[in-house]
T-cell receptor, first 117, second 115 residues
């Protein structure tokens, strides 16, 4: 069975600090997809990034960066120079292989990030 | 280009009643998934519809049923409501025909309260 663990539950930082959100996953599939979603207080899940299991290249997009390591089954997310608008709940999610990124998503419990001015 | 829309925004029901939630997918999308998100938890997959048929189902009882219409919109029906059904119900859409390398887009959700 698939499982996503987000051990951190709440993180509080001061604006402009860097913050890393951890995600560890379990799957028996050899091909799978990993995601990060952001959920602001409005409730709508906002897609941030998708990675498939063949693509371990880490990426930087503006203030966001991701570190995917298959050897440790981790897919961590870093926000550089955090801002108050980054305050939200962040979810890591895993998708099965055979139907690809459109299929059932297994979510972690989420990490509540609070960025103080 | 409208994103995923859901109605109603909020709903209050009593135990034992039945409820229907509605979802319109993003333009160009043909697949709709439903998720239940209890307070303080991550979303849990209920089921997915494609070509008007249930394609995948999560671990939810038969009280939860759905439907997809020819215009790709979808309904989620829950019968014999329990207090534990109180949650945010999220709809997500995607385009299966584009292949596996694309993502699901989520709607704003319907907040269901069962009293």
């Amino acid at each position: 069975a698939q499982k996503v663990t987000q051990a951190q539950t709440e993180i509080s930082v001061v604006e402009k600090e860097d913050v890393t959100l951890d995600c560890v996953y379990e799957t028996r599939d050899t091909t799978y997809y990993l995601f990060w979603y952001k959920q602001p207080p409005s409730g709508e899940l906002v897609f941030l990034i998708r990675r498939n299991s063949f693509d371990e290249q880490n990426e930087i997009s503006g203030r966001y960066s991701w570190n995917f390591q298959k050897s440790t089954s981790s897919f961590n997310f870093t926000i550089t120079a955090s801002q108050v608008v980054d305050s939200a709940v962040y979810f890591c999610a895993l998708s099965e292989d055979y139907t690809g990124a459109n299929s059932k998503l297994t979510f972690g419990k989420g990490i509540t990030l609070s960025v103080r001015p | 280009d409208a994103g995923v829309t859901q109605s109603p925004t909020h709903l209050i029901k009593t135990r034992g009643q039945q409820v229907t939630l509605r979802c319109s997918p993003k333009s160009g999308h043909d697949t709709v998934s439903w998720y239940q998100q209890a307070l303080g938890q991550g979303p849990q997959f209920i089921f997915q519809y494609y070509e008007e048929e249930e394609r995948q189902r999560g671990n939810f009882p038969d009280r939860f049923s759905g439907h997809q219409f020819p215009n790709y919109s979808s309904e989620l029906n829950v019968n014999a409501l329990l207090l534990g059904d109180s949650a945010l119900y999220l709809c997500a859409s995607a385009n299966l025909d584009r292949g596996p390398d694309n993502e699901q887009f989520f709607g704003p959700g319907t907040r269901l309260t069962v009293l």
